[in-house]
């Protein structure tokens, strides 16, 4: 009996090139809602000012209910910075998410980023509607 000959000498090979990390875009497949943004800045720029004003909504309403209505911060350090005052936690407020948009524009380029802005402005509108209603219920 004759033995079987491997043809296929890629079989047990080691191998020293390292996996693919990109974390931008893959020109071979499409994306939905991050393509819309990879190749427009204004676009990108409209909707991180977008989660700017829609925090600074965030921080008037929060302002209002906690003044008005006798409502309670849940977040900690917005409660602390509310305690010492309704401007230090607009300061708060506003230093913060101008650090957390100003990385998200210089890293603009990953799609990994662009997708947590997209989703941080989505998530901030039903938080907007939870205040207006709130506001509209006990007023």
């Known amino acids: 009996m004759h033995e079987m000959r491997i043809t296929d000498r890629r079989i047990n090979r080691v191998s020293l090139r390292w996996p693919e990390r990109r974390t931008g875009f893959d020109r071979r497949r ?5 393509s819309i943004f990879r190749s427009d ?22 302002s209002h209910a906690l003044d008005a209505l006798g409502a309670y911060e849940a977040n900690p350090f917005m409660r602390a910075a509310f305690e010492a005052g309704s401007m230090y936690a607009l300061g708060l407020k506003l230093v913060s998410l101008t650090a957390v948009i100003a990385c998200m524009w210089w890293l603009r380029r990953h799609r990994s980023v662009i997708v947590v802005a997209t989703v941080t402005a989505a998530l901030h509108i039903p938080l907007i509607a939870y205040h207006v ?3 509209a219920f006990f007023s």
């Open 30 to 34: 499409s994306y939905p809602v991050s």
């Open 41 to 62: 800045d204004r676009r990108y720029a409209a909707v991180l000012a977008l989660i700017l004003l829609l925090g600074i909504m965030d921080w008037a309403f929060t």
């Open 133 to 135: 209603a709130g506001a």
